[in-house]
């Protein structure tokens, strides 16, 4: 009976939804973190009957009988979360678009939005996971102070004789298409066909960073619960979708006795 697989469909489809959920709920204290929604779309109908009549007449509607759903992409919603004040000299948050460029060791190029970096022995700066942040920032050991301007303009601040000294340029970049980037976790992304090469940002782009800030993950508790609350009542719906279909099934096998 076609109902046992549209209904499958369907329940496989909201499994896919309040798994997509927990990740959300399970990360909404991960600094950077994006929130993802699942899409869905209908699958292929048969048709049952056509539109056409006799003489000359035809009926008002086709006759179709659908297949189930699918589970089409997983959108991430990249709006900005809450950003939180640590005091930490080195915490930087992106206000807006952009990513930071990170690099692994094998020298390819990575992309997040968590801002909480570090030194590491040979005075770079480096993100939690250890990786070099772009493009390669050393920090002396003997400034006094470092400091951050909204347009990624790393300085060292010494004492009055030697004053302050430019290290470099945090790197931002965007990509014409953010659902395209592929999540690799570790508050990680990579650039794919589908995202298009990394766009260097400036400060005519409107980039605005803030220094002593990190941000925090844009997941609405309440939210996804609404959610989750949905995609639970959808499942079991779609489980008594089946148990009918077995029924009728049943029924029609008596039947024949």
């Known amino acids: 009976?076609?109902?046992?697989?549209?209904?499958?469909?369907?329940?496989?489809?909201?499994?896919?939804?309040i798994d997509t959920i927990a990740n959300n709920l399970a990360n909404v204290s991960t600094n950077g973190f994006k929130k993802s929604r699942v899409a869905f779309e209908d699958l292929v109908y048969q048709?049952?009957?056509?539109?056409?009549?006799?003489?000359d007449t035809q009926r008002p509607?086709?006759?179709?009988?659908?297949?189930?759903?699918?589970?089409?992409?997983?959108?991430?919603?990249?709006?900005?979360?809450?950003?939180?004040?640590?005091?930490?000299?080195?915490?930087?948050?992106?206000?807006g678009r952009g990513f930071f460029t990170v690099e692994t060791p094998e020298g390819?190029?990575?992309?997040?939005?968590?801002?909480?970096?570090?030194?590491?022995?040979?005075?770079?700066l480096v993100n939690q996971a250890g990786l070099r942040v772009s493009p390669g920032i050393e920090i002396p050991?003997?400034?006094?102070?470092?400091?951050?301007?909204?347009?990624?303009?790393?300085?060292?601040?010494?004492d009055v004789s030697r004053g302050e000294v430019t290290l470099g340029t945090l790197e931002i970049v965007d990509f014409g298409n953010t659902n395209g980037l592929r999540a690799l976790g570790g508050n990680?992304?990579?650039?794919?066909p589908e995202s298009g090469?990394?766009?260097?940002?400036?400060?005519?782009?409107?980039?605005?960073?803030?220094?002593?800030?990190?941000?925090?993950?844009?997941?609405?508790?309440?939210?996804?619960?609404?959610?989750?609350?949905?995609?639970q009542r959808s499942?079991?719906?779609?489980?008594?979708?089946?148990e009918a279909a077995d029924e009728t099934m049943q029924t029609v096998n008596n039947l024949k006795r």
């Open 1 to 17: 009976m076609k109902a046992l697989f549209t209904a499958a469909t369907g329940m496989t489809a909201q499994q896919h939804q």
């Open 47 to 55: 048709s049952r009957r056509t539109g056409e009549m006799s003489n």
């Open 61 to 95: 509607a086709q006759l179709e009988v659908g297949s189930g759903v699918r589970v089409m992409a997983t959108n991430r919603d990249y709006t900005a979360g809450n950003l939180t004040h640590t005091g930490n000299s080195l915490d930087v948050a992106i206000g």
């Open 108 to 124: 390819e190029e990575r992309y997040t939005r968590n801002g909480v970096f570090n030194v590491n022995m040979d005075g770079e």
């Open 141 to 158: 050991s003997d400034a006094l102070e470092v400091k951050v301007a909204e347009d990624g303009t790393v300085k060292a601040i010494y």
């Open 188 to 192: 990680l992304y990579m650039a794919t």
């Open 197 to 231: 090469e990394p766009i260097t940002m400036d400060a005519e782009d409107g980039i605005t960073l803030k220094q002593g800030f990190v941000e925090g993950s844009n997941v609405d508790v309440a939210e996804e619960l609404v959610s989750m609350i949905v995609a």
């Open 235 to 242: 499942f079991e719906l779609t489980s008594k979708v089946v």
